[in-house]
Structure formats: structure tokens, C-alpha cells
């Protein structure tokens, strides 16, 4: 079970690459668990740490601004590459909440929408538009639209996906919240 996602309002860190891909996300070697705790320090870990472990001051998710930020604003065909969803509990045990990005390869955006993480595919220039004007910005997930100080833009979302972010709740959540009216119609029906 997640948190009910209906609006996000933050400001946002951008890693504006294209193809960032699952290992870049959350390395191989933090599989470890099938746990979604534990985490946090694995996104972008070759990226976000030295050899020493240190934290990188330029990467954009160790700046001090990045701090409490709940969006995040990548390049195209973000997530791709294999199909761990340690990437999305990676992003989702550091707070970040959406992922603004022209595209997503489909099993991130999957995994994404399992674990309450909104994928706000936005066109290019809407991408642009958003980094050019800083933060912050609102991922309604009610109306499909990200809004940013001088636009807006809609994100598509499959009906059955944004009821189940608007509900905070995964397919199986979904249907055990309906159990009594299953049941109910199970017995209607029956030919006991």
C-alpha cells in the first residue's frame, strides 16, 4: 500500500540525461533484497558517490537545494535497460514522488505506477520549459497535468493506473478494498 497521490507540489532536481537506465538508477550489486527498504543510498550511487563513498557536491541529488525536492526532471527513455524495480523503491526511499521525463521505457513506467511513483511524460519542449523555470512544479495526477510559473502541459495515464495512484493503493490493494462487493457477487451468483 502506498500514500493516495493526487497533487504534488515541490521543487524539483533535474538529471537531464537520456537513457538513464536501471543500473544507473540503482546498481546490480545493492540487489541484494527483495525488501524496498534500504535504498536510498543506491540511486545513482556510481554517479552520487566516489570511490570512498563521499557524496559528489556537483551531482544535482547532493546539492543542497536538492534537499526535500519530491520531483524529478530526466531525459528521454528514462528507466530502461532491465526490469528491477529496486530502480523505482531506489527513487521512491529518497522522497521523490514523480519523474517528469519526454518518455519512459515501459516496465519503469509499470513498476512505477505499482509503487506509487507518478511517470509525468511531458513533450520535450514542455521539458525544457519546466527546467528553464525553476521550481517549483505540480504534478496533479486528478487532472493529468504538470503545471510549472508560466505553463502547463498533460501527461497521459491509463484510467485504471491514475485510480490506483488517486487511491494509494497497487492492483491487488485495488481489489482486496473491494472484497465485501466480490464476495457479494460471488454469492449471487453462485450455483450452490
Known amino acids: 500500500m502506498n500514500e493516495p497521490v493526487i497533487r504534488i507540489e515541490s521543487r524539483f532536481v533535474s538529471v ?40 559528489r557536491p556537483e551531482f544535482p541529488l547532493n546539492r543542497p537545494d536538492a534537499a526535500g525536492a519530491r520531483v524529478l526532471v530526466a531525459g528521454r527513455n528514462f528507466g530502461c535497460g532491465s526490469s528491477r524495480e529496486h ?13 517528469i521525463a519526454p518518455s519512459f521505457a515501459d ?6 505506477l505499482k509503487n506509487g511513483l507518478v511517470p509525468a511524460a511531458v513533450d520535450p519542449a514542455a521539458r525544457e520549459a519546466i ?18 510559473k508560466g505553463g ?22 485495488y481489489l482486496l478494498a473491494r472484497r465485501t462487493l466480490i464476495e457479494a457477487h460471488e454469492a449471487a451468483h453462485s450455483d450452490r
Open 16 to 55: 537531464p540525461s537520456d537513457n538513464i537506465d536501471t543500473d544507473q538508477i540503482c546498481p546490480a550489486r545493492f540487489l541484494t533484497t527483495t525488501s524496498r527498504d534500504g535504498f536510498a543510498r543506491a540511486l545513482f550511487a556510481e554517479w552520487r558517490f566516489d570511490e570512498r563513498g563521499d557524496p
Open 87 to 99: 530502480a523505482v523503491w531506489a527513487i521512491r526511499e529518497n522522497g521523490i514522488s514523480a519523474v
Open 152 to 173: 502547463e502541459a498533460p501527461f497521459p495515464l491509463e484510467p485504471f493506473a491514475r485510480q490506483c495512484l488517486l487511491e494509494g493503493v497497487d492492483e491487488l490493494g
Open 107 to 112: 516496465i519503469f513506467r509499470r513498476n512505477a
Open 131 to 148: 527546467l528553464a523555470a525553476g521550481g517549483p512544479v505540480v504534478v496533479d495526477v486528478s487532472r493529468c497535468v504538470v503545471s510549472w
